[in-house]
Nanobody, 122 residues
Framework: QVQLQESGPGLVKPSQTLSLTCTVS??????????YNWIRQPPGKGLEWIGY???????GYSPSLQSRTSISWDTSKNQFTPQLRSVRPEDTAIYYC??????????????WGVGTQVTVSS
């Protein structure tokens, strides 16, 4: 059974770059047909899809966050590293990684990490 575990800094200052790590166990991240998605939930709000990286290395991002977002990977460690640049206080949220057969805000994701809280504050 695949498991996903997010890890991050907890607190980031405005204008800095937020870097998270999503570690996948139980399956290779290059297994065909899987998309690894990055999602967040700001306090008091719903889930917001940020982007994906799939088994072939292809990426896709939400238009509203595309200019500040990137997702890289380390296949030797079975990890993804999503990054959000020039963060603002409104980027404060619980950040999740999730796996499914698609990479968009309308897709269903079968496996989720527990999430990691990120606060943007000086």
């Amino acid at each position: 059974q695949v498991q996903l575990q997010e890890s991050g800094p907890g607190l980031v200052k405005p204008s800095q770059t937020l870097s998270l790590t999503c570690t996948v166990s139980g399956d290779s991240i290059t297994t065909n047909n899987y998309y690894y998605n990055w999602i967040r939930q700001p306090p008091g709000k719903g889930l917001e899809w940020i982007g994906y990286k799939n088994w072939s290395g292809r990426t896709g991002y939400s238009p509203s966050l595309q200019s500040r977002t990137s997702i890289s990977w380390d296949t030797s460690k079975n990890q993804f590293t999503p990054q959000l640049r020039s963060v603002r206080p409104e980027d404060t949220a619980i950040y999740y990684c999730a796996r499914g057969y698609g990479g968009s805000e309308s897709d269903f994701f079968q496996s989720w990490g527990v999430g990691t809280q990120v606060t943007v504050s000086s």
